[in-house]
């Protein structure tokens, strides 16, 4: 083949081949779009999951000891987890730090047990927007506990996020809200969990750690069970059962929503826990919003959003 007949065919090879990467890019930005919008969806659908858990609650303590409420939390939760895992793959069941998984169940049934208490009298959204506070706390936390290094931004982020959650607990007609510190000891308590969980990444599978999340609180609630026991009625009962399904399938929605998507596109969106919040606590339960649980919740947000903002850009900064 001659030089005058090859230059015409290299040329159009070339732009064939031009045209199938943008074709390929193009595919590849689309199938992230998608992924992305996934990802919100299934993290828009967890904070739902979980504010309707805490409403359910809510609910159920008015008529129902602490204990019992959170023995079908965990109880329910717990026979459908080990039910899936049973019969699909039992060998999911042994962890590699079992002492961990335990403390980590541990530390999900303290949070249980105060967010419990908090939702028998404290206003739904105060608790709610308290509970934003956990990744700032995560973030302080990870310093001692994680080894991790905090800079001077990141650290006046936590201090800002803390101050909005003083403005939600701080005096109201010049009396300290000392019941707020029942919510504040579960997103301590909440923070510690989420690190706990971090350690056992990559050392247990996700089903391991699922199925090991409500061993603590269904074994203490059980044999405190039978002295705090109100037979339900036909509504009571069902609302347990929907209790202990909405735990479950709420973090079912939580791993979906990391799994189509990276964390800096759906973990921003867990802040729509609050908007829930706020639509449960005006429609359902009749309780208006203080201005400084408005003010606390809107720096919490902005401190977390902020923090996460740093975390991204020194993860960029380290790759």
């Not at 595919?27 to 992230?32: D, H, I, S, T, V």
């Amino acid at each position: 083949m001659s030089t005058g007949e090859s230059a015409p065919a290299a040329a159009e090879a070339a732009r064939a081949e031009a045209a199938l990467a943008e074709n390929t890019l193009a595919e590849r930005a689309l199938a992230e779009r998608r992924s992305g919008r996934a990802g919100i969806f299934w993290m828009m659908l967890t904070t739902l999951l979980f504010v309707t858990q805490d409403a359910t609650i809510r609910v159920l303590t008015k008529s129902y000891p602490v204990v019992e409420v959170a023995w079908a939390r965990f109880a329910v939760h717990m026979l459908l987890v080990g039910t899936v895992v049973a019969w699909r793959s039992p060998h999911l069941m042994v962890s590699h730090r079992l002492p961990l998984q335990l403390v980590r169940s541990c530390l999900l049934l303290a949070t249980t047990l105060f967010a419990v208490l908090a939702l028998r009298s404290i206003p739904f959204a105060e608790v709610q927007a308290i509970a934003a506070a956990v990744p700032v706390l995560i973030t302080a936390l990870s310093v001692p506990l994680l080894g991790e290094k905090v800079g001077w931004r990141r650290w006046v982020g936590v201090l800002v996020g803390m101050a909005g959650a003083l403005i939600i607990v701080g005096p109201v007609g010049g009396t300290f809200q000392w019941a707020l510190a029942l919510p504040l000891a579960a997103a301590f308590s909440n923070a510690l969990y989420q690190i706990a969980t971090r350690k056992l990444r990559g050392v247990d599978s996700p089903t391991t750690t699922i199925f090991y999340t409500g061993m603590a609180g269904t074994v203490a609630c059980t044999l405190a069970l039978p002295f705090n026991w109100v037979t339900p009625d036909l509504t009571g009962a069902a609302l347990m059962i929907l209790l202990g399904t909405l735990g479950g399938i709420s973090h079912f929605c939580l791993i979906r929503a990391y799994s189509a998507a990276p964390a800096a596109t759906v973990a921003p969106f867990g802040y729509t826990t609050l908007v829930w919040a706020a639509v449960y606590s005006l429609m359902l339960f009749g309780e208006e919003l203080r201005l400084s649980t408005i003010l606390g919740t809107a720096v919490i947000v902005g401190s977390g959003v902020y923090i996460f903002y740093r975390e991204q850009m020194r993860s960029r900064q380290s790759s």
